[in-house]
């Protein structure tokens, strides 16, 4: 098992995770609801669900487009989002 490459996943989907709209969704849904187990396991479900897509998607590029331009294609995506943002665009 790769511990290195665990732990760079997990403080890279911890840091994304901490503070952004879906965290503070969770904060309300479980002050809301009183149910702290129960949005547990619906949040933890979800979070499962949606990075077992990424890695799917993932493993198939990685098959059948070169790594460098994957990595390429991300910052560009990373950069297109950012300045949208920035803007005020989305």
């Given at each position: 098992?790769d511990?290195?490459?665990?732990?760079?996943?997990f403080?890279?989907?911890?840091l994304?995770?901490?503070g952004d709209?879906?965290?503070?969704a969770t904060?309300?849904l479980t002050?809301?609801?009183?149910r702290p187990?129960?949005?547990l396991?619906?949040?933890?479900?979800?979070?499962l669900a949606?990075?077992?897509?990424?890695?799917?998607?993932?493993?198939?590029?990685s098959?059948?487009?070169?790594?460098?331009?994957?990595?390429?294609l991300?910052?560009?995506?990373?950069?297109v989002?950012?300045t949208?943002?920035?803007?005020?665009?989305?």
């Amino acid at each position: 098992m790769d511990w290195k490459l665990i732990g760079s996943a997990f403080g890279m989907i911890f840091l994304a995770e901490l503070g952004d709209k879906t965290q503070l969704a969770t904060v309300t849904l479980t002050a809301s609801s009183g149910r702290p187990w129960s949005v547990l396991l619906g949040t933890s479900a979800a979070l499962l669900a949606i990075n077992a897509l990424g890695v799917v998607a993932g493993s198939a590029l990685s098959q059948v487009i070169p790594l460098d331009l994957v990595r390429k294609l991300g910052a560009v995506a990373f950069l297109v989002v950012g300045t949208a943002m920035l803007l005020d665009w989305i």
